[in-house]
Nanobody, 115 residues
Framework: VQLQASGGGSVQAGGSLRLSCTDS????????MAWYRRAPGKQRESVAQ???????NYSDSVKGRFTISRDRGKNTLYLQMNSLKPEDTAVYYC??????????WGQGTQVTVSS
């Protein structure tokens, strides 16, 4: 698997999780990257992007609570998630941004937030 997300789990509202995504083929060394999520019954959405310049962008739903970062040396992408809400419950994936350039999707990591 080229992009493997991990770090999900079950937390109570207000809690935190840190997701990691390992890149076995150095895909994001030269690409804009993003964290995506798919909640039950909803379409996949991108919640955070990090560009090759290091600039970041967030969806309104997570702005101020989530932080995307990367470690080029470790070929790893991160998503720090704070102040989690039940509506953040979803399977989270990392991939190239924009989505039309996405590589093969990994299994993702489940995040469950209880109220």
């Amino acid at each position: 698997v080229q992009l493997q997300a991990s770090g999900g789990g079950s937390v109570q509202a207000g809690g935190s999780l840190r997701l990691s995504c390992t890149d076995s083929r150095r895909i994001f060394s030269n690409n804009h990257m993003a964290w995506y999520r798919r909640a039950p019954g909803k379409q996949r959405e991108s919640v955070a992007q990090i560009f090759t310049t290091g600039t970041t962008n967030y969806s309104d739903s997570v702005k101020g609570r989530f932080t995307i970062s990367r470690d080029r040396g470790k070929n790893t992408l991160y998503l720090q998630m704070n102040s989690l809400k039940p509506e953040d419950t979803a399977v989270y994936y990392c991939n190239v941004w924009p989505v039309r350039y996405a590589r093969i999707w990994g299994q993702g990591t489940q995040v469950t937030v209880s109220s």
